[in-house]
Every structure is written in C-alpha cells, then in structure tokens.
C-alpha cells in the first residue's frame, strides 16, 4: 500500500489509533500507539520521534532523540485491540540527517535487499521461513541466589497420561516424539492453530497449512514465501499472533528452541532463492538441478555459518538444540536428501520453486538480522565462486567416525559463535549493508547473556557434583 491507500483504509475502518512498531536488536517487537487524527500525509513524511536510549543497544541518553518512519507497505488492522487500531512497522533513522540508523535490524535488512541489486547478482530474494514453536499450560521458573528452577506443564502432554482432573483423564495424547501426525483428539490444538493461521491470513500474510510437530506441545504454521524484508516483518507478526491467541485460549507460546529436555527443540528452517529478469537464479543442471551461482551460494553460506550462527542462532538456549548424533542440522554438509545437514535442497518439479533450505536456524532469532546475514553470505559465495564441495547423500547419522569427523559442525556455544562473528564479519560489511559499529553493539548485548548463563549453577550440576 502507499500512504494514500493506508489514510483510506483508515476512513474506511473508523481507526482509532495508530500503533507505530519497530524492533530492536533482540528481536523484540516495540510499539507506541498514537490518536488517528494525528496520522496523516505529513506524519509519513516527517515521522515520530522517540527516546532510543531506552532500547537495549542503541543510543546513549545524551544521544537519545531518534526517529520512527512509518513503512505503509506493512499496515494492518490489530486484530486483538479493543479500539480500532492500525499497525505500521517503522525504520529507525537519525533526526538530524535522516539518514539510516545503522543498528536498526528492519534498515539493516532494507539494505541488503538493495545490495543484492546493485550487485547485479539478482533482483530480488524470496524467503520462506518455517518457525516452530510450544504451547504449554503452565509455566514458572526462578533465579534467586538458593533456586534455579523451572517447571512446564502442558495437559496434552504425554507425562499426564495418569495425572488426575476434576472431569477426569481422557487419554488422548500423543506419544514422547509421536505428534507427527496424528487427527484429534490426540492433536488437540487443531481448533488453536486454525485460529492462528486464520488470524494471520486476515492480517494479510499468504499462509498456506498448519500442523503438530514431533515434540511434545510444538506446532508450526506456513506462510508462503516472500521478499526479505516482508518476510521479516512476517515472522515478527507471526510470533506476535501466535503468543496472543495462545493467550486467549488460556494457553502459553514460546519460541525458545529448546524448552524442555529430552525431546526435539524448535528450529527455524528458511528457504531462499533469487530472481534476476523475471527469471529464477537458482535453477539449472548441476547437483540436484542447481545453477551453479546456487551451488556458490551454498558455498558462501556453509563457509560463513560458524559467524552466522550468532545471527541465527543467537541464545545460549539454542546451542541445546545444536547437538551432534541428534536430528538438528549441525553438519556443515549441503545435500537434497539428508535433513541432519546445514542446507537442504527441497525437491520440485518447478524450476520456479528451485531454492536452498538453511536448516539451523530459530525462531529465537531477530528476523531482519537473520535473513539478511544468510543473503549476505550467500552473495559471498557468489561473487568469490565459493566452493560447497562435495554434495553429502550417504545417511549422515550412519556415518562411521572417521567419515564423520572429517565434517565440520556448526557453533557448539553461543559464546563460540560470538567469537566467531568477531573474526569473520567483512562479508556481513559489504555495502555497508550491516555496519562495524553495530555488529559491535550486538556482540557486547549477547556477550551479557553468555555471562548470565555461564555465571549461574544448574540443577543438573547439583545431580553431578554435590557429592564430591
């Protein structure tokens, strides 16, 4: 939509309020909600302006007066608001020249859009994120100095098959990695996830299944495929409708990867191609029907993945889904078979639907980041005709050590990733599409939670060492 069509829409829908929206190096989606009558042609123009320095991250309070610019391509009606309330996702840029504030993830992501087109490369990437994530019933935790607990409850799961209720036990649930997929009344978010998806589809978003999952309590619902930008802002709505129908259903959503042990963790698997004239880049008579730049684009995202996985994989928590000898993708291996490695080439007939599936990263992660590192290595591997080796179609799980060890992995810690990106991050700064100084800021906000986690006891190591 243009600004014209936005100021339409809301006439038509007697909008009451604008919530302006942005997202901050976390991930996190932010809001400020305005009076309608004060949105108009202009407030497009000029923006709102707000204090950056309470955003974790970005400005100093002596340098804190920054500006929000309203993208009306992203405008929705907030389907949960009371009030009638229109949404626009924002740019973040600076005041006083109006140029782009470097440490803003949905400008950072703009950017490599635009890098990918004067590089000649292509004229547009399409992106196709599979975000998994929980639902359970009860959640609590804590952190004091005597107790680090947490504790879940979901009462579809399989540990209450024998747990007593007031209208009693009715037996239907699926098995420890069994959701995959069977009817109601074993699936019993069917009625939950229709609502999600049906919600999303009236907010805009081109979505197309939804489904259990494997774990215990996970589910996942699919959107159709977009450009990089649309698709972040997507994932950001996404997460949004999900943890608020959750909620009115009386339930809890999570995206950690790796909420509980012993069961599958969630992932985030992001399909990408690229188009250039009308035509896609990606398809043509190399391994699994791949052009060659495809081949260099795999090349560029394996060699560069150890540093984007502090972009894709950006908590301590994701590192308990990253395991070796498990299903998650840790081998930095490509192949259109194997579902344990790095990247994945799903089958087609289609050559439009020709396109590479990086398969380690979460939901945990800052969309607009995520997805412009992934391109952003991917036109590394393009440009320096990046060799991915070998394509890996034996069963990697079955593979003898010697074979095994010859594979390398992706990061093992948060804190390996950190150090990583510290030591490879010049691809991520061409065109100035991420910037030194906010890659810096983003590692000092993460070497915090490595901290946190690495300063605290666990359960477990009371199970280990208490007695010695």
Not at 163 to 183: C, I, Q, T, W
Not at 352 to 377: I, Q, T, W
Request: proline share 6%; hydrophobic share 40%.
């Amino acid at each position: 939509m243009q600004v014209k069509d936005v100021l339409d829409l809301m006439k038509a829908e007697d909008v009451e309020y604008v919530d302006v929206r942005f997202t901050d190096p976390k991930g996190k989606l932010q809001h400020v909600t305005l009076v309608a009558d004060l949105v108009d042609e202009d407030f497009f123009e000029e923006g709102f302006m707000f204090d950056g320095s309470s955003i974790a991250g970005w400005k100093s309070i002596d340098q804190s007066d920054m500006k929000l610019i309203l993208d009306p391509a992203s405008a929705y009606i907030d389907p949960f608001y009371a009030e009638k309330t229109l949404c626009v996702h924002c740019n973040v840029v600076e005041p006083d020249t109006g140029e782009a504030y470097s440490r803003d993830p949905r400008g950072t992501a703009v950017k490599a859009e635009a890098y990918l087109k004067a590089s000649g490369i292509g004229d547009v990437a399409y992106f196709g994120p599979e975000a998994e994530f929980f639902l359970f019933d009860d959640v609590k935790y804590q952190i004091t100095p005597q107790k680090v607990s947490f504790e879940i409850d979901a009462v579809d799961a399989a540990w209450n098959t024998d747990s007593s209720y007031e209208d009693g036990n009715l037996g239907h649930r699926a098995a420890h990695k069994g959701g995959y997929f069977p009817v109601n009344p074993i699936d019993a978010a069917q009625d939950i996830r229709g609502e999600m998806l049906s919600t999303m589809k009236r907010m805009g978003i081109k979505v197309d299944k939804h489904h259990h999952e494997v774990a215990t309590a996970q589910h996942e619902l699919g959107m159709i495929f977009g450009g990089l930008v649309q698709q972040a802002d997507n994932i950001q709505k996404y997460k949004y409708v999900i943890h608020n129908v959750a909620a009115a259903y009386g339930k809890s959503a999570t995206f950690m990867p790796k909420p509980m042990k012993g069961d599958n963790g969630s992932g985030m698997h992001v399909n990408m191609s690229i188009w250039k004239d009308g035509k896609p880049l990606f398809a043509g008579d190399k391994y699994a029907d791949l052009s060659q730049e495809a081949l260099w684009f795999i090349g560029g995202i394996i060699k560069h993945a150890k540093a984007l996985n502090a972009l894709t994989n950006p908590g301590t928590n994701s590192y308990k889904r990253l395991i070796p000898g498990f299903e998650a993708p840790v081998l930095l291996a490509y192949s259109a078979r194997n579902r344990s490695g790095a990247v994945r080439i799903p089958w087609t007939e289609s050559p439009k639907a020709k396109r590479v599936e990086a398969r380690f990263p979460d939901p945990s992660a800052n969309p607009y980041l995520a997805f412009a590192g992934l391109l952003m290595a991917g036109i590394d591997g393009i440009k320096n005709k990046i060799d991915p080796g070998p394509a890996s179609d034996k069963d990697l799980y079955d593979l003898p050590p010697e074979e095994l060890a010859e594979i390398p992995t992706v990061c093992g810690s948060l804190r390996e990733a950190l150090e990583e990106l510290e030591k490879d991050m010049d691809f991520l700064l061409a065109g100035d599409v991420f910037t030194r100084d906010q890659l810096e800021g983003y590692i000092k906000l993460k070497w915090e939670e490595v901290y946190a986690y690495e300063h605290t006891p666990h359960p477990i190591e009371y199970a280990m060492y208490y007695s010695c």
